[in-house]
């Protein structure tokens, strides 16, 4: 049984002014490339719209795989090729200024939680 609110809190309508087919692009090494290829809801092409590049890899860190992602800036499939390296690195560098900050502000809390609070003082 659905709660009776629960419809307003999810929208599961396909947009069809906004369907893209997907494609899977790897080396099988340390390369994978997502083409989204723009359709019309018959599923025909739509070549109004640009195609979407977005690459993915992983490496791997004490705690496990980390997902890397980025936009490819691409409007062929060489472009995406030659774009990867540089958008991968890029994503890196950002999830690592993410984590510092994580683990500052962590490291901040801990001292805050850590202070003695004397009554009276």
Do not use: C, W
């Not at 099988?28 to 490339?33: D, F, N, V, Y």
């Not at 359709?39 to 795989?65: C, K, N, W, Y």
């Not at 691409?74 to 900050?101: G, H, I, W």
Request: charged residues 25%; without cysteine.
């Amino acid at each position: 049984m659905t709660p009776p609110n629960q419809d307003a809190l999810f929208d599961f309508s396909v947009d069809t002014a906004n369907l893209y087919r997907e494609e899977s692009i790897t080396d099988l090494k340390a390369a994978s490339i997502r083409r989204l290829v723009p359709i019309l809801p018959d599923g025909s092409d739509d070549a109004s719209r640009s195609q979407i590049f977005v690459g993915h890899t992983q490496l791997m860190s004490p705690e496990g795989p980390l997902p890397i992602q980025a936009r490819l800036e691409a409007e062929s499939l060489a472009e995406a090729y030659a774009a990867f390296p540089d958008a991968m690195r890029k994503a890196l560098e950002e999830v690592v200024r993410q984590v510092e900050e994580m683990r500052r502000q962590q490291q901040s809390q801990a001292r805050d939680q850590s202070r003695i609070i004397v009554p009276g003082r």
